[in-house]
Every structure is written in structure tokens, then in C-alpha cells.
T-cell receptor, first 114, second 113 residues
Framework: EPEVTQTPSHQVTQMGQEVILRCVPISNHLYFYWYRQILGQKVEFLVSFYNNEISEKSEIFDDQFSVERPDGSNFTLKIRSTKLEDSAMYFC????????????FGPGTRLTVL | GESVGLHLPTLSVQEGDNSIINCAYSNSASDYFIWYKQESGKGPQFIIDIRSNMDKRQGQRVTVLLNKTVKHLSLQIAATQPGDSAVYFCAEISTGANSKLTFGKGITLSVRP
């Protein structure tokens, strides 16, 4: 069964450093998402992406964040200058349809900012 | 603002009993409501969804009920098993251009042997 994969599973970085979180969505999906989950809290939407551009972004997704689909398979989230409060689980999701109600999530990357 | 929330933070049930997990939502414009299961260290896993024009939908051992009058959503798990132990989230979505999922707070389901 096809699944969304994410690397790395755990990323530790120093405050102020740049990190890139990588995702490989399911191959025939066209709609991509990033969510984050701070420990013990609910999952929060960050950004949606379709046709090589951002469809929507939340207020969390400020200028420090960017997304890219550098090739036909990867979907990345970059945090330019990490802050302590960026520590969270980051989930990538993909969907085959524009409605977005069938979103398949990856296992997540745990980002720890020291 | 609009939100989706859960009534109880934890639920403990005996193995074999039925579980009912409740959720309240406030966005009456939502098209779909979805239940996700999240096991430790994993991403949310789709369980079942229901369109806003339906009242009930059944899957394998799970049933979702939607009461639009009181904006209430519930997940019923029949014959709860140890493998059902996880955090459960309800989520809502307004399909179309604005297709982000809005999650409620999770509720932990603990199954006693």
C-alpha cells in the first residue's frame, strides 16, 4: 500500500539554524500539506500546496517558513532560522483530490530546537 | 473563531466493551467530518469520514454519527480491542479552495485488558 514517507524521523538543531524537512507524498497525489503538532497539543495546519504554488497558509507559516517541490517526488518544508518554539512534530500529508478530505499523513519528523 | 473540540481528554474502557468518543464543532459550513487515530510516534491515520448531509456512516467496527442540530460528532468503536488504544482526533474540512483540515484536541482511549 502506498504511503507518505518523511525524513529524517528526528532532527535536532541549534536555535537560529536552518532546517529542511523532507517528504515524499504518494505518487499520484497532487495536493500537499504540512501540519505541525506541539507535544501534547492538537495538529495544526501550516500550509497547502498545489501546482507548484501555495494554496493557503496559516498565520503560523510566517516568512521563516517556505515550501518547495524541487522534483517530481519530494516536497520540502524549510525553516530558515529556527526558534525554540518551532520544536514540534511536523507532518506531511498528501491528497488525490482538491477537496482535501482524503489526506494521508506521513509518520512525521520530530524537530527539536536547542 | 471557529473551532472543533473534544469534550473529554481521556477515556478508559474495558476490552470488549463499546467505546464512544464525542466531539463538538462550531463551523456549520464544514462539508466533511473525519476521525483520525494517532498511535504513539506515528502520524494521524484516517478512520472514517462523514459528509455533512449524512447522519450516520458505518465502517468496520466503527460508526460515526453526526448531529448537525447540536453540532456534535461521535465515533463509536464496537468491541474495543487493545490495538484501539491511541489518541483520537476529530477534524473538519470545508472542501474547495480552502481544503485544510481543522483538528480538535485529541482524546486518549485506553483499553483495559
Amino acid at each position: 500500500e502506498p504511503e507518505v514517507t518523511q525524513t529524517p524521523s528526528h532532527q535536532v538543531t541549534q536555535m537560529g539554524q536552518e532546517v529542511i524537512l523532507r517528504c515524499v507524498p504518494i505518487s499520484n497525489h497532487l495536493y500537499f500539506y504540512w501540519y505541525r503538532q506541539i507535544l501534547g497539543q492538537k495538529v495544526e495546519f501550516l500550509v497547502s500546496f498545489y501546482n507548484n504554488e501555495i494554496s493557503e497558509k496559516s498565520e503560523i507559516f510566517d516568512d521563516q517558513f517556505s515550501v518547495e517541490r524541487p522534483d517530481g517526488s519530494n516536497f520540502t518544508l524549510k525553516i530558515r532560522s529556527t526558534k525554540l518554539e518551532d520544536s514540534a512534530m511536523y507532518f506531511c500529508a498528501s491528497s488525490p483530490n482538491s477537496g482535501g478530505y482524503e489526506q494521508f499523513f506521513g509518520p512525521g519528523t520530530r524537530l527539536t530546537v536547542l | 473563531g471557529e473551532s472543533v473540540g473534544l469534550h473529554l481528554p481521556t477515556l478508559s474502557v474495558q476490552e470488549g466493551d463499546n467505546s464512544i468518543i464525542n466531539c463538538a464543532y462550531s463551523n456549520s459550513a464544514s462539508d466533511y467530518f473525519i476521525w483520525y487515530k494517532q498511535e504513539s510516534g506515528k502520524g494521524p491515520q484516517f478512520i472514517i469520514d462523514i459528509r455533512s448531509n449524512m447522519d450516520k456512516r458505518q465502517g468496520q467496527r466503527v460508526t460515526v454519527l453526526l448531529n448537525k442540530t447540536v453540532k456534535h460528532l461521535s465515533l463509536q468503536i464496537a468491541a474495543t480491542q487493545p490495538g484501539d488504544s491511541a489518541v483520537y482526533f476529530c477534524a473538519e474540512i470545508s472542501t474547495g479552495a480552502n481544503s485544510k483540515l481543522t483538528f480538535g484536541k485529541g482524546i486518549t482511549l485506553s483499553v483495559r485488558p
